[in-house]
Nanobody
Framework: VQLQAYGGGLVQAGGSLRLSCAAS??????NQWGWHRQAPGEQRELA?????????TYSDSVKGRFTISRDNPKNTVSLHMNSLKPEDTGVYYC???????????WGQGTQVTVSS
């Protein structure tokens, strides 16, 4: 499975961005998709994930502001980020989980910078 993330950029606080992640390869094996993020000097942390059944998980810090969605025919997952804050700044990584084999795939990160 290969993941390609795009859509990051620079935005002012209060603004919005949409991240997308396109998957290719054996995507039929994937059970969950999502995004982690890593702020400068910090560990990578969960932002939002979505299962094949549509069940979603959000970190408390993004709940109510971010929305994750999937486009199954296009094998893409998107993260709509609203009301962005400077603390949302970081590199956002698209991920996918293949539960049966216990595999976790990551795409390259995309930078999100929120200016105050």
């Amino acid at each position: 499975v290969q993941l390609q993330a795009y859509g990051g950029g620079l935005v002012q606080a209060g603004g919005s961005l949409r991240l997308s992640c396109a998957a290719s390869g054996s995507t039929f094996r994937i059970n969950q998709w999502g995004w982690h993020r890593q702020a400068p000097g910090e560990q990578r942390e969960l932002a939002a994930w979505i299962s094949n059944s549509g069940s979603t998980t959000y970190s408390d810090s993004v709940k109510g502001r971010f929305t994750i969605s999937r486009d199954n025919p296009k094998n893409t997952v998107s993260l709509h980020m609203n009301s962005l804050k400077p603390e949302d700044t970081g590199v956002y990584y698209c991920g996918a989980v293949e539960e049966k084999l216990g595999r976790l795939y990551w795409g390259q990160g995309t930078q999100v910078t929120v200016s105050s």
